[in-house]
């Protein structure tokens, strides 16, 4: 019979423990892991924090192929760059009709709201990503569209992600909202069509980008700051030039 050492064993996870936390790294993800089921947000009206963001007013509708809210899972991350946000999980799909699929495609349209709570924060930016994918020799298109209100009620600020036929792939894509904000309600629509095969995408992730303003005490410090400056050099300034008509005039 083998035997496996206890000082083999505890070396073999410690290396394989190491070797996770450079793969969790690597992926530029910070996953906060914490795990809300969409279907128990609806029913409870309820909201999650992710460090100043907080997500609420979840709304939920699909059709065709798409997982119903039960099936859809919402998880904190924090990316790259340290910007808070959630991982939207599921089997999001669509099969063409030849293949057992529903006819007219599949849509699954997911709407929340994001406030900032911290005061001096306001968000001026949004990150989607996701993993949209024509299987084999799929025709067709699967993608995510959003759009924010109040400010893109023109359509101005979008993003999109999307694997397409004619398109392309395109697997990340940002907005940039130029100003600040402290609240703002985000319609993100799940869309798919096949005409062979199918398309699928099982999540994508939000994160939101920010730039803090000064708080009123530290600006009215400042503004009082320059004054004073204001002040020291006019006072410097006679009192040159009483030392020179001095000089002048004995």
């Known amino acids: ?61 699909w059709t065709g192929d798409m997982p119903p809210a039960n ?21 999001f799909s669509d099969t063409a009709l030849t293949t057992g699929g529903t006819t007219g495609g599949s849509d699954a349209l997911l709407t929340y709201e994001v406030d900032v709570t911290n005061p001096t924060s306001r968000i001026v930016g949004a990150f989607l990503a996701g993993n949209p994918n024509l299987l084999g020799g799929t025709q067709g298109s699967i993608n995510v569209s959003e759009t924010f209100l109040p400010l893109g009620a023109s359509g ?3 993003g999109e992600i999307f694997d397409d036929t004619l398109a392309g792939t395109q697997l990340i894509d940002s907005v940039d909202f130029g100003s600040g904000y402290t609240h703002l309600s985000v319609q993100k629509d799940i869309g798919a069509i ?29 503004i009082l700051g320059l004054a004073m400056c204001g002040v020291s050099r006019r006072t410097l300034a006679s009192s040159d030039y009483a030392s020179q008509a001095a000089l002048i005039f004995g």
Do not use: H, W
């Not at 096949?194 to 009215?220: A, H």
């Open 1 to 61: 019979m083998n035997r496996i050492s206890t000082k083999n064993t505890i070396g073999f996870i410690t290396a394989a423990f190491a070797f996770g936390l450079v793969m969790a790294n690597s992926s530029g993800i910070v996953m906060a892991q914490e795990t809300f089921n969409l279907q128990d947000l609806i029913d409870t009206m309820g909201s999650f924090e992710v460090e100043d963001k907080r997500f609420s007013n979840f709304q939920y509708s």
């Open 194 to 222: 096949v005409f062979e095969g199918s398309g699928t995408m099982s999540f994508v992730d939000q994160t939101f980008s920010q730039t803090t303003i000064p708080e009123p005490s530290t600006t009215l410090l400042l």
């Open 71 to 91: 099936n859809v899972n919402l998880v904190t991350l924090i990316d790259s760059g340290g910007n808070p946000g959630f991982r939207m999980t599921g089997y």
């Open 156 to 158: 101005e600020f979008t």
